[in-house]
């Protein structure tokens, strides 16, 4: 029987939050699905940034929001596919269509922010990471599981 785990991690700064992506990249090898929740400014790009860094990545990572999509080079046959749909609107016809290329390939790690107008394609057992501001470069990050695959990343992590 699958029990879904919760983590709370206190950020610092950014460096505790990319950090924290490093640590995180080190549980994945393909077909994952992390979402990053959290309003502006919170760190989620920033954490994408250590995701990428962590799978040897040198690409550099900047908020997608004009793209809407990027994709990184990871070393090894992994590539990481960061969303954010911030400025997706109402037109969700297209980009559902490139999501489902990107979960449908076991070699692709995605991660999404501004998610909420996709939640219907995306796999119910994926990471999600809830960013709460604090104050000041203080942040709160929530982590959940929501099923094995996902869960054996949030256990990686605790
Ligand atoms: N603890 C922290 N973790 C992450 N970023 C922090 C932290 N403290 C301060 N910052 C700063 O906050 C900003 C976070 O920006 P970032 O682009 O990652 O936010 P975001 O959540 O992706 O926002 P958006 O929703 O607009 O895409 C950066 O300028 C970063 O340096
Ligand atoms: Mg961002």
Do not use: C
């Not at 400025?87 to 998610?115: C, F, H, M, Y």
């Amino acid at each position: 029987m699958n029990q879904d785990l919760r983590l709370e991690i206190l950020s610092n700064g950014p460096e505790d939050t990319s950090n924290l992506g490093v640590k995180l990249a080190e549980a994945l090898d393909g077909g994952e699905v992390i979402e990053l929740i959290g309003d502006l400014g919170t760190g989620k790009t920033q954490f994408v940034r250590g995701v990428a860094r962590g799978l040897g990545s040198k690409d550099v990572v900047q908020s997608p929001s004009f793209t809407i999509s990027r994709i990184y080079q990871a070393t090894g046959d992994v590539y990481l596919h960061h969303f954010d749909l911030y400025r997706l609107g109402e037109n969700t016809g297209i980009i559902k269509t490139e999501l489902q290329e990107v979960l449908n390939d076991p070699l692709a790690i995605l991660v999404s922010e501004w998610a909420d107008s996709v939640h219907d394609i995306l796999p119910k057992d994926r990471v999600t990471i809830n960013f709460i501001y604090m104050d000041g470069e203080k942040r709160r990050l929530l982590i959940k599981s929501n099923g094995p695959k996902s869960r054996k990343i949030v256990e990686y992590l605790s």
